[in-house]
């Protein structure tokens, strides 16, 4: 956590940008929310409990420029609501999987990557280097299968 912001600093400070305290909340938020996958309205709600002169215009650029530097990773589940969690290790890091269920609307992570074999594959029959892939599994999650059983 201490490491994440550390990295989020040097980056920003890298690319010329500085850490302002509005900037320094969201990421805080953003940290301590790791694997909730937020929408800019709900960071918008979380940073202003601390940070109540912050607007929602604040996050969106924020999340634009956390976006800009690789900061963050995005994840659109085709709802038109843009989730965001933070991904610091840059463009050369790959991508964890997302298991949504579509009964509640959970996000589940695979932290495994799982297709070493699959990337293999498609690099050398189509002569492509792949960086990343952005994978999206929908089903229906324990808890809803449970529930449907009871
Ligand atoms: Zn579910
Ligand atoms: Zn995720
Ligand atoms: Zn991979």
Do not use: W
């Not at 305290?21 to 918008?44: C, D, F, G, K, T």
């Not at 960086?131 to 999206?136: A, F, R, T």
Request: proline fraction near 1%; charged fraction near 35%; charge should be negative.
């Amino acid at each position: 956590m201490e490491n994440t912001m550390k990295l989020l600093k040097e980056k920003l400070k890298a690319t010329g940008f500085k850490i302002t305290p509005q900037r320094r909340a969201i990421i805080e938020v953003l940290i301590e929310n790791e694997n909730s996958h937020l929408s800019s309205e709900e960071i918008y709600d979380k940073v202003r409990v601390n940070c109540p002169e912050i607007g929602l215009a604040t996050v969106y650029r924020t999340m634009q420029l956390l976006d800009d530097i690789n900061g963050i990773s995005k994840l659109n589940l085709d709802d038109g609501c843009i989730r965001y969690e933070i991904n610091v290790e840059g463009e050369d890091t790959h991508h964890h999987h997302h298991l949504i269920c579509k009964e509640c609307g959970k996000i589940i992570e695979v932290k495994e990557d799982l297709l070493d074999d699959i990337e293999r594959t498609i690099e050398k029959s189509y002569n492509f280097k792949i960086k990343n892939h952005d994978l999206k599994f929908y089903g229906i999650c324990g808890d809803c299968l449970d529930a449907g059983k009871k």
